[in-house]
């Protein structure tokens, strides 16, 4: 039985539904992280776990207790959220004790409890200020020392990091990861950064309109994405999603794209999925991340299928680490990945190496996966 | 425009329209400011001059030979109607009325804006514009329908009295002053805090919730301390309103002992024995107004803004 249990939970404001039938489920000590665009209701949810929401149907359970009859501070949660929401008048030590005030815990006791907590997120010298005299990043730290004093069944996050500039938001990012790893606390974070839901999860749930698109693993959100919303929204630079043909002989199927001006691209796909033999002749979107486009030098050796083809280089981008080259295919831009020295000119033709063991294939129909 | 385009020409006209358009507006804020002060002044100087001096001297200038006696006749010993011990016992009363009004108005009008905007129920913004409507009822209007309600609350007191020996209050004039004054002083500051909490991060009272903290803790911890910029605006306007009222005050506590400050201070004016003393009736309208001066001043102090900023975000 995992820890963190949400059974079909809807939530409806009057008659417009923002959470239609939530199944998530987070084993103990895991990372969950609730990613989409903004109003895709990730926010809700988590507010509905914290209880500042009320739910209209369906269960939240924690270690196999239902929760969502409960007042926010009977759940055994605690929740940084994206303001930090520092209580002004206080200081940080105030802030870090308020809970355990309202709780009873007697002084020494929450004295104790300080202390440590000051400790591991070394803010120490901070707690005799107030909120309004601490940098974004110290304010970061206390209002995470004020969920990690209680020493929750649950940690809730919601956007912590978005306020930070990009460096800051890096080296929480590191912190926040570590204070898991060493902690061992169960975590469920909202990001709409689908770097910090890669890096920080140990499980993802992609949302878009109030359902969960995809939920897994971040290796399977992105080698093994569900349809092209997912596809599209995980990963940077995004997925190359091209229009594509599928033709077939005798031999197998092979991958039709359209060049301007140009004779079309044929790739053969020996260990095509089964469902793409139903699609013979017609359109479909071939996916490739642009890491599995990459010049034929770069690409990798022991690749089950990888095919080259000349193509026109529009643009090229280095961007130090590596160099993002920009073709055109099926009329879309799509983004190849090349080694960072890579010798490769605007205008010209170059051979580039498709990954096709790494492609994927969606119904451009349905926009789901062909499998 | 000129002010901008000037520095380019050559400044042959000796004084430029910047320097004349400076002029006109200085002189006329001086004068403006002189005008308005003037009756300040007058009551100012006159409140330390002899009666020989007002009889014969000029209304404008400075006391010849300054005393204090008029400030202490107009405190302990000028007529308010047919006592003369001074206006010191309705200055009491005054006080006595206006600083349980102030809070209390104050304080639930804090209550209401924060039920207003975190604790929001369906058809509060109704509630909210019927508050509000309480803003735009004219005085004279209540004042029958209030008298008949204080009437019946004093025979209650008397019921009261009889059952249990004490009539908590109902039926004291100063009593009933307060609650008047409560009652017509909470559209305005339900409307002050209930804007000012409009824009208070909500998140702070979300993270209370988690930590614990039940409705009113949350009240007294997160949003009063919070609250001091609106406090204080707040006191202020209810202070000066509730201090300088003089139609209830009349209406309500009109005669003998019970009289609130203002009403006083008109009975002083208009009593007619003898010769009328200026200075002494300079010197208690100023005495009367003494604590809103205080108040402003005081409580200036601390009307800082900004002090929300470090809550949220950086």
Excluded at chain 1, 144 to 168: T, Y
Excluded at chain 2, 9 to 29: E, K, M
Excluded at chain 2, 55 to 60: C, F, I, S, T
């Amino acid at each position: 039985m995992a820890f963190l249990e949400i059974d079909g939970l809807k939530k409806r404001f009057g008659n417009v539904e923002i959470l239609k039938g939530i199944n998530v489920e987070l084993e103990k000590g895991g990372f969950l992280v609730l990613v989409g665009p903004s109003g895709c209701g990730k926010s809700t949810l988590l507010n509905t776990i914290a209880g500042l929401e009320q739910i209209t149907e369906g269960e939240i359970r924690v270690d196999g207790r239902a929760i969502n009859d409960l007042h926010p501070s009977k759940r055994d949660i605690a929740m940084v959220f994206q303001s930090y929401a520092l209580y002004p008048n206080m200081t940080v030590a105030g802030n870090i004790a308020f809970g355990m005030e309202m709780r009873g815990v007697p002084a020494a006791e929450r004295q104790a409890a300080i202390d440590k907590v000051a400790k591991i997120l070394q803010i120490g010298h901070l707690l005799n200020r107030k909120p309004s005299q601490l940098s974004g990043g110290q304010r970061q730290r206390v209002a995470m020392g004020r969920a990690l004093v209680r020493d929750p069944k649950l940690f809730l996050f919601d956007e912590p990091l978005s306020n930070l500039d990009a460096k800051l938001r890096v080296d929480m990012r590191i912190e926040i990861k570590r204070l898991h790893a060493t902690t061992g606390t169960t975590i469920v974070y909202v990001t709409h950064d689908q770097i910090e839901a890669m890096t920080l999860a140990t499980k993802i749930a992609v949302m878009r309109d109030g359902e969960v698109q995809q939920f897994g693993t971040p290796a399977e959100i992105y080698n093994n994405p569900t349809n092209i919303f997912v596809a599209d929204f995980m990963g940077s630079p995004a997925m190359n999603l091209i229009p594509a043909k599928i033709d077939g002989n005798g031999a197998g199927l092979s991958v039709v794209l359209d060049r301007e001006a140009r004779q079309p691209i044929v790739l053969p796909m020996p260990g095509a999925p089964a469902g793409l033999a139903a699609f013979k002749d017609k359109q479909v979107i071939f996916g490739v991340r642009p890491e599995a486009l990459t010049d034929p030098e770069g690409a990798e050796r022991n690749g089950s299928n990888i095919a080259t083809a000349d193509c026109h280089i529009e643009v090229v981008e280095p961007a130090g680490s590596d160099t993002f080259a920009v073709t055109n295919l099926g009329g879309k831009g799509v983004v190849a990945r090349l080694r960072a020295d890579a010798r490769i000119q605007p205008g010209t033709s170059t051979p580039l190496a498709f990954n096709l063991s790494k492609a994927v294939f969606f119904d451009p129909a349905t926009e789901k996966r062909i499998r | 425009m000129s002010a901008v385009t000037s520095p380019a020409r050559p400044a042959s006209s000796g004084l430029s329209a910047r320097t004349i358009n400076r002029i006109v507006i200085y002189g006329l804020l001086a004068l403006f400011a002189v005008f308005y002060l003037m009756p300040l002044f007058v009551m100012l100087v006159t409140s330390f001059k002899t009666m020989d001096e007002i009889q014969n001297g000029n209304m404008l200038a400075l006391p010849q030979s300054p005393t204090i006696e008029p400030w202490f006749k107009a405190w302990g010993e000028t007529c308010v109607g047919l006592t003369c011990a001074g206006i010191k016992g309705y200055f009491w009363n005054s006080i006595k009325m206006v600083v349980p009004a102030v809070l209390i108005s104050t304080l639930l009008g804090a209550l209401n804006g924060y039920v207003l905007t975190k604790w929001r129920f369906r058809g509060h913004t109704l509630v909210f514009a019927m508050m509000l409507f309480a803003c735009f009822i004219p005085f004279q209007s209540v004042l029958l329908p209030m008298a008949t309600i204080l009437g019946s609350l004093g025979r209650f007191g008397v019921t009261l009295q009889n059952a249990t020996g004490f009539n908590f209050g109902l039926g004291n004039s100063t009593v009933n002053l307060v609650f008047v004054h409560v009652v017509y002083g909470l559209g305005f500051t339900t409307l002050f805090f209930r804007n000012y909490y409009e824009a208070f991060p909500t998140e702070l009272v979300k993270a209370a919730q988690v930590d614990g903290a039940s409705f009113f803790q949350i009240f007294r911890r997160i949003m009063l301390p919070n609250s001091m910029p609106i406090f204080v605006v707040t006191v202020i306007y209810q202070f000066t309103n509730i201090w300088n009222d003089f139609l209830f005050a009349s209406a309500y506590a009109g005669t003998g002992d019970v009289m609130p400050m203002t009403v006083a201070l008109n009975n002083v004016v208009n009593t007619s024995t003898g010769v009328v003393e200026y200075n002494v009736n300079m010197a208690a309208a100023m005495i009367a107004a003494l604590p809103t001066l205080i108040v402003y001043i005081v409580a200036g102090r601390y009307f800082v803004r900004g002090l929300m900023a470090g809550a949220v975000k950086g």
